[in-house]
């Protein structure tokens, strides 16, 4: 029954953290989409306006990729503690899990900083 769980605990890992990459590879995708979007815009001598509607709708997708890969942060924990529960020990993923803390009770608001 261990030898099961164990190969389970393998398969959920390796999806897992695969699935983890891609997130931050997609959010850190479209925060770059929005700075190349900044760049064009003002490069090209265009008025701020022009875009607008786009860039906001790529700011909201950003935003909820964003959230997404915090996700994985809490889900990362959870996984853990489950790992623990199905007598798995001293197995995989043994470093700190990041904090959890929810973003609106951090002091300092998060802010989008575009290069120029």
């Not at 900044?38 to 860039?55: C, D, H, K, M, S």
């Not at 197995?91 to 899990?97: K, N």
């Amino acid at each position: 029954m261990l030898k099961q769980r164990r190969q389970a605990n393998e398969i959920v890992t390796r999806d897992f953290l695969q699935a983890e990459a891609a997130a931050d590879h997609a959010a850190t995708q479209a925060a770059q989409c929005m700075v190349t979007m900044l760049q064009a815009r003002q490069n090209a001598n265009l008025p701020f306006g022009t875009g607008l509607e786009a860039f906001r709708l790529v700011s909201e997708g950003a935003s909820a990729l964003v959230k997404a890969r915090q996700s994985f942060v809490e889900a990362h924990r959870i996984l853990a503690e489950v790992r623990h529960e199905i007598g798995i020990t001293g197995y995989g993923d043994i470093s700190e899990c990041p904090p959890t803390e929810d973003p609106k009770s951090m002091d300092e608001p998060l802010r989008l900083v575009a290069a120029a």
